[in-house]
């Protein structure tokens, strides 16, 4: 099996840059928290930003990029690990591509095809080794992380710059997320975790979701994670799910678009103001 990047079947290199992207994983420890929601509209923020983007489905056991944004990939990261094509020619373009001025990529994942968590470690580790190489021809590069905390699932994470855990205020979302942040520091403490809370009812209930998880944290991790920002809750993201559009193409002064816009502004400024502002 092979997932390095070599030449395209056409002869031509990849573009690649100096400056590797900003890779963002996107955790929730939980499933049904909005991960996949907040990951294809952070997608969108990021390509409108003017940021050349790759959004990749690492959620391999319950793939669902694809049907939230639409489209029917001819390939995908499951014939990449079976080792049928490359990595990068496994990639799908939405709204024209990464490089259009509201497009960015897709590398989709394929349900049913067997979890992350099945995949020997060492294709899990060459799938992350990969997918940094990747990153040299991409501004943003994010990636919707399986639920879980597995040993998988913590490999690619290791491979980001920066983890975004999505939480709500039910408790079990909470204290997975406090697991996923627990694990992430073992497993990858060079990787920065952030705390964004999705379905918020209120500003001041999501604030609050967010001061247990960062009050848990800094009690038994000794660490304070800072806050991407604060999505409430809003049916216009149903209604963008059902039209498998992104709320960003679909109603971009939508209030839950907005919040995404603001956290994608957090997470590429790298926080000094969020960190502050969580203090
Ligand atoms: N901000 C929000 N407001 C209202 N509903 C939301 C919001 N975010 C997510 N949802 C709902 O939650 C469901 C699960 O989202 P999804 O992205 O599939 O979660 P996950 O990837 O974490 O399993 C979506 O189908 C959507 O209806
Ligand atoms: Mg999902």
Redesign the pocket.
Known sequence: MNFALGKKPDGRTPRSRVTPATVIAVA?GK????????SCTLAACFAKMGRRTLLVDGDLGLA?VDV?LGIAPETDLAAVIAGWVELEDAVTKVNGGAGSPVGFDVLPGRSGSGALAGLPAEEASRLAASLTALALQYDTVLVDLG?GIEDNVMRLARACDRCLI?ANDEPTSMTDAYAFIKVLRGYAPSVQPWISI??ADTRVAGRRTYEALARASQTFLGFRPPMAGI?????K??EA?RQQKTIISMDPQAQ?ALDAAQIAEALIRGGAESIAQSA
Do not use: E, F, H, Y
Request: zero cysteines; glycine letters at 12%; aromatic letters at 4%.
């Open positions: 929730s499933g049904g928290v909005g991960k996949t929601w907040m669902n939230q639920a999505v999705n379905m999505v409430l809750r809003d049916p993201v149903r799910i839950a």
